[in-house]
Every structure is written in C-alpha cells, then in structure tokens.
C-alpha cells in the first residue's frame, strides 16, 4: 500500500477545567488506510470522541498534524477546506440530533449536494433518489419528513447523505449504537457493502467490543486520551495485552449459548 | 415458586396523534417473590410500557385493560398508618395536563406505593435526579417519606446508602450536586435512592444503556449484589438479551406488545422455542462472533 489515506501523529486537545488542565487527547498517532476500517474503542473520557471532532475539524488540537489524501489538511481552510471536506464525512449516534427534525428527507439530501456543487436541479432530483435506493431505501421516503421515518431508516437516511459526496473516508461516531439489534445489523452490512463497492475507509468509534470484531480491520484502544494498544482488531480483542484492554474485554457481555444455568454463577 | 405479582390479560393502549396504538396486547404473566426478571425486547415491543404499569406510573391518557394482581404478604401500611383508603386521590388532578404520571387505573389487590415497595432505576439518571438539590437530600427525602424518620436519621441513611452503592467519597457526594458526578456515579445515586426506602421489587429499565461497557458491568454487579442482600426482586428490563441473560433467572421476550416467550434463562438462550428469540440471538454480536467482514468476503 501506498501513502495512507488519513495519517494522524502526535494529536494532542487540552481542556481546561477547574483550573486545571487535562489531555482529553493526548499524543496520538494512528494512520488508516484507503478502504479500511479503523476502530476507536475506550470506555466514556478516554478521547475517542474528542478525536473525532479533531479529525473533521470541528475544533481545533493544540498540537500534532493530520494528512489527509497527501496533504496538510490541519493548513486548510476557506474553499479549500470545504473542497476537502466532501472526501470526509461523518454519520454520529442520533441522526434526530444531526437533522432539523421538521425537514424532508429531499432537502436533507439536497444540502451535501448543492453545498458541493452539483448544479443542476433535476439533476440533484435524480441523485436524491439514487441515494436512497443506494441505501436500502424507496425513493418516495424523499417526500417524508425526519421525524416521521424510523430511527434505523434515519440512520439509512445519515449515511446516504454522507455518501451524497464520494467521500473516501466516513467517520462513524457511535453509529448503531442506539439501533435495535436487527436493525443494527443491517446498517453494519450496509457499511460494508459501500466499503466494497466504493472504497470507502471508516473511522470506528464505538464502546462495543462485539460490534468492532465484526467489522473493524484494525483497532485502536484509548485510555485516558492515550493509546493502551492497537493492531489486528480480532487479535487485539481476542488477546488484550493493556489493562484496560481486558477489562473492555471481561465487561462486554457474553451470550453462551451452549453452557446451562448462566445466571447461577454468582 | 411464591408469585408477587401476577399479571392478566394486560392490554395498554395509549393515544397518538387521533388513533389508539396498543403498547401491550393481553399480556399474562407472574413474577416470582426474590427472583431476578428480564423483560428483553426492541424497540416498540412494550417492555417499558409494562415496567411502568407495574410501577403504576403510566401516562394519565392510557386506557388500560385487565390486571395487576399483588400477592405481598406483608405489606407494609404506610408510616401513618393511614389505611389505604384515604392515601389522597390523585386521579382527579388536572395540572400537568394528560401527560402527567399518576397511578394508573388498572384494578389491582393490595396495591403497593411507589418509591416505598417499588423502586425504580431509570435509563437517565440525569432526568431522574433534581438537578439543583444535593445528593444527601434527594436519597435522605425517599427515606424520610416512606419511613417516617427524622431529618437526621434519613440523612445518616443517605450516607449509609451512598456507601452501599459505593460511591468513591460518601461524604462528600451528599453534598455534590448531579452535575458534578459522572454518568455512572449519577446511576448509582438514582439506585441508592430507589432502595431507600426498602422496596420489595426493584425495577431498572435500561438502566445500564447509556453507560460505557465497564461501567455497566459495574453497574449490572450492584444491582445483583443490593438485590442479593435485600432480598429483593428484580424486574430488569433491556434490550440486550446477552446483558439480560447475565444477570436474570428468567427472561420474557416482547416484540410489538405481545408476550413472545417466557421460560428460564437457560432454556431460552440453548434452546429458544420461538423464532423470533432465535432471530435476536442471531443478532447479538458476541466477541467470538463470526466477523460480518469475513463474511462479507473482504478480508485483507
């Protein structure tokens, strides 16, 4: 493989709370490559998040650097910026949150595509609608509004727009985490439908350790706003050498299918 | 098995925009004295729904159909000793509109109180904490309601409960404000306060949703532990079978109001009867799960 298609070193974010300071990321590097799926798992203040929004720039680290596509893309900014921005998009937990609930789905769709710059009206009409069978969806939801689609149809309806325009990287902030587990499963199979199909490489963040051996190639485990441990997301899982590593591990719960009376040992 | 609560042909409806929609359909069931009880199911499925009918705090606007029997032996009269007769009737109240929460209508024996013989663990504690009261205060006034103790005495029973649910500084938490703690430390408040009073079922919806895996797993052991020692009842209510089947002796699966199975928790993750129990342990994602990427033929 060539240059990586998102290389992150030395990413640092303070805040300052009660006078003091704290590293809500602090010193992280990690580097995914086109078409693949990096996990960022930790338990609730180890940065994952944070990192996130430092990756999309919506603010800023007080120190490191961030190569996107081969270029500086910290060094970004005006028109430039929103150019590079259509290559990376982001689909969060509550997609209710994400969206004006009283809008349509069309004009949700519309915004990623008139923003960048695909002209013409029909032709955005057109693209709507191939957006939504794209993802699973009949077309005729453009006509419905945000609020009256179900919470695995709006998930449908976040990645459709995050796709609306070809990005080469996606990041997906706890994602499926508020999905229902069959719907949850379907988005999943989705992503990785769009992974093959259009080569798209995803930054993972999730606490679930179960969802992340599925469909994460690699994985990166944060403590404190510090790397614990990366590498080979079944590897790492199925052997965690950080502590913190294990105890993600032995608190995910476990479904044994096989054994009698799960409840009984105390 | 001695049943504490028995439940008949249950049938909830509540009103949305202008149609009725059924949240429970004829829903049968008992709950067994001192056992831990996990109502799993998806979104839709009622199991919220029917954790609040027990509580009896289902909106005012639901029209509820059949019954909630209660089989406590002993149920404690109230401190006053004010037959429950004259406990006041808040079924006429008309402030807070049709939303408000009041005990619901539902024909019931014996039926017990809320916060006193029922405590309930709610998936936001933040929601369920007042945020401008301190701690202490919050869990000190459950004890001091239901059982008629002093300020002081409650308060000391706050500060023995912040100990049980083992929060890092006890003392210092009763004075904190909800704000100050984390997520999981809100959670153990909200449980501390709701077995002050000493209730006999303890009910916890998602309680342990929207905390990170280690933290829920901390939480999902107290729970098993205060329950334990009190010998109380639980009534755990998740969407998670995986999380349910840890902790639960027996597991009714509900999937769009209706009861889709009942059995012992061994029995419905070896050896489901009903395909849809099948389909959502299918679902879950397990850490030895078959990677849907291998799956998908996209390996590097």
Excluded: C
Excluded at chain 1, 3 to 29: E, F, H, N, Q
Excluded at chain 1, 159 to 182: F, G, H, N, Q, Y
Excluded at chain 2, 252 to 265: D, N, P
Excluded at chain 2, 276 to 283: I, P, Q, S
């Amino acid at each position: 493989m060539s240059s990586p298609l998102l290389a992150v070193s030395g990413l640092t974010k303070r805040y300052r709370r009660g006078g003091k300071t704290i590293a809500a990321v602090d010193d992280i590097s990690f580097h995914i490559e086109p078409g693949e799926t990096l996990a960022l798992a930790g338990p609730s203040g180890s940065g994952k998040s944070t990192i996130a929004r430092l990756v999309l720039r919506l603010i800023e680290p007080d120190a490191g650097h961030i190569e996107f596509e081969g270029g500086d893309f910290l060094s970004l900014n005006g028109a430039a910026l929103r150019a590079r921005r259509a290559r990376l998009q982001m689909v969060f937990q509550d997609p209710l949150a994400a969206f004006n609930p009283r809008a349509m789905v069309a004009r949700v769709l519309d915004d990623p595509l008139r923003t960048h710059g695909v002209a013409s009206r029909p032709e955005r009409t057109r693209r709507i609608a191939a957006l939504l069978e794209r993802v699973g969806l009949s077309a005729d939801l453009a006509a419905r509004a945000i609020h009256e689609v179900s919470g695995g149809q709006r998930q449908r309806i976040a990645i459709a727009r995050a796709i609306a325009t070809k990005p080469s990287l996606i990041v997906l902030d706890e994602a499926v985490s508020a999905l229902d587990v069959s719907v949850r499963r379907q988005i999943l199979q989705l992503l990785l439908d769009l992974q093959r199909q259009e080569r798209i490489a995803y930054l993972f963040i999730s606490h679930d350790l179960g969802v992340i051996s599925a469909i994460a190639h690699r994985v990166v485990i944060l403590d404190a706003g510090r790397v614990a441990e990366s590498g080979n997301a079944r590897a790492v899982i199925g052997a965690p050498q950080s502590a913190i590593g294990k105890a993600l591990v032995a608190a995910a719960p476990k479904l044994n299918r096989t054994s009698q009376g799960a409840a009984d040992r105390q | 098995m001695t049943a504490l609560l028995s439940i008949r042909d249950l049938t909830v409806t509540y009103r949305r925009d202008g149609s009725e929609v059924a949240a429970l359909k004829h829903v049968s069931l008992d709950v067994a004295a001192g056992e831990r009880f996990a109502i799993i199911g998806e979104s839709g499925s009622g199991k919220s729904t029917l954790a609040l009918a027990i509580a009896g705090l289902l909106p005012g606007s639901s029209k509820v159909g059949g019954s909630i029997e209660w089989k406590l032996p002993n149920l404690r009269l109230p401190h006053s000793f004010a037959p429950p007769s004259v406990l006041p009737d808040m079924s006429g109240r008309t402030e807070g509109g049709a939303t408000e929460r009041r005990p619901s209508a539902i024909a019931t024996s014996h039926m017990p109180l809320g916060g006193r013989d029922i405590g309930f663990v709610f998936q936001d504690p933040s929601a369920s904490l007042d945020p401008v009261m301190a701690i202490g205060e919050q869990i000190a006034e459950v004890a001091r309601t239901h059982l008629g103790l002093t300020w002081s005495q409650s308060y000391a029973k706050a500060k023995s409960l912040l100990e049980r649910v083992r929060l890092p500084d006890p003392d210092a938490a009763l004075r904190a404000y909800p704000h100050q703690l984390s997520g999981g430390q809100k959670q153990r408040v909200a449980i501390a306060a709701a077995i002050a009073a000493g209730p006999k079922l303890l009910i916890a919806d998602e309680a342990t949703s929207a905390l990170d895996t280690i933290v829920q797993a901390e939480i999902v052991a107290l729970i098993r532990q205060l329950v334990a020692e009190d010998g109380m009842t639980l009534l755990f209510v998740s969407h998670d079978i995986a999380l349910a089947a840890e902790l639960a002796e027996r597991i009714a699966v509900f999937r769009h109001g209706e009861l889709v199975e009942l059995g012992a928790t061994a029995q419905i993750i070896a050896s489901p009867r009903h395909a849809y129990t099948r389909a959502l342990l299918d679902a879950h994602l397990g850490l030895d799960a078959e990677p849907l990427l291998r799956q998908a033929g996209a390996t590097r």
